[in-house]
């Protein structure tokens, strides 16, 4: 069976901060897919990345970093020089099958950017 | 222009009503799914279709009924709501087949708030 652990429930830092959001997995699957998305105050789930498993390749795009390692099923988000709009709840999900079908969520990390 | 869109945003209604909530997409995708995120904000699969064909119930009531009259649309009907109904749907839609080493992307709806009493 799948499972996502985001251990972090609250997070909350002063803008301009760095911060870390972490995410273990399980997976019995040799190819899978690693995800993260935002849900705002507003309530949206906006998609922010996609990993598969072949690629453990890092990613930066603007503030936003991801840190992929196999070896310790994890996949780590960081927010660099953190603003106010970063405030959200931020989920991890899981999935196989090229991610075409059922993503298993993460519980969630709430962070709060303190102005 | 929005990608998937889903009505209503919110829906308050009484215990023992039967309701809709509409999910319809312009990506031209070919699998549409449904979410409930709970008051711990927990996601969870319900449903999911491919080509208007059902490939995933995970231990869904029978109370709630999918029904996707096209590939573009998946509506959720649910009878005889229930307190513990109350939640936030989410529709989402991804394409059908990815490569395996792009994988696919699933994009969500606003989300319907629904509030039973």
């Known amino acids: 069976a799948q499972k996502v652990t985001q251990a972090q429930t609250e997070i909350s830092v002063v803008e301009k901060e760095d911060v870390t959001l972490d995410c273990v997995y399980e997976?019995?699957?040799?190819?899978?897919?690693l995800f993260w998305y935002k849900q705002p105050p507003s309530g949206e789930l906006v998609f922010l990345i996609r990993r598969n498993s072949f690629d453990e390749q890092n990613e930066i795009s603007g503030r936003y970093s991801w840190n992929f390692q196999k070896s310790t099923s994890s996949f780590n988000f960081t927010i660099t020089a953190s603003q106010v709009v970063d405030s959200a709840v931020y989920f991890c999900?899981?999935?196989?099958?090229?991610?075409?079908?059922?993503?298993?969520f993460g519980t969630g990390t709430r962070l709060t950017i303190i102005p | 222009d929005t990608a998937v869109s889903q009505t209503p945003k919110y829906l308050v209604t009484q215990m023992g009503n039967d309701k809709s909530i509409k999910c319809e997409q312009n990506?031209?995708?070919?699998?549409m799914y449904w979410y409930k995120q709970d008051s711990k904000k927990f996601l969870k699969i319900m449903f999911s279709y491919n080509n208007k064909e059902l490939i995933i119930n995970e231990t869904v009531p029978n109370r709630f009924s999918p029904k996707s009259p096209d590939k573009a649309h998946l509506n959720l009907h649910i009878n005889s709501l229930e307190l513990g109904d109350s939640a936030v749907y989410f529709c989402?839609?991804?394409?059908?087949?990815?490569?395996?080493?792009?994988?696919?992307?699933?994009?969500f709806g606003p989300g319907t708030r629904l509030l039973v009493l």
């Open positions: 999900a899981l999935s196989d099958n090229f991610g075409n079908e059922k993503l298993t």
């Open positions: 990506l031209g995708h070919d699998t």
């Open positions: 989402a839609s991804s394409q059908d087949r990815g490569s395996v080493r792009q994988g696919v992307t699933q994009y």
């Open positions: 997976t019995r699957d040799t190819t899978y897919y």
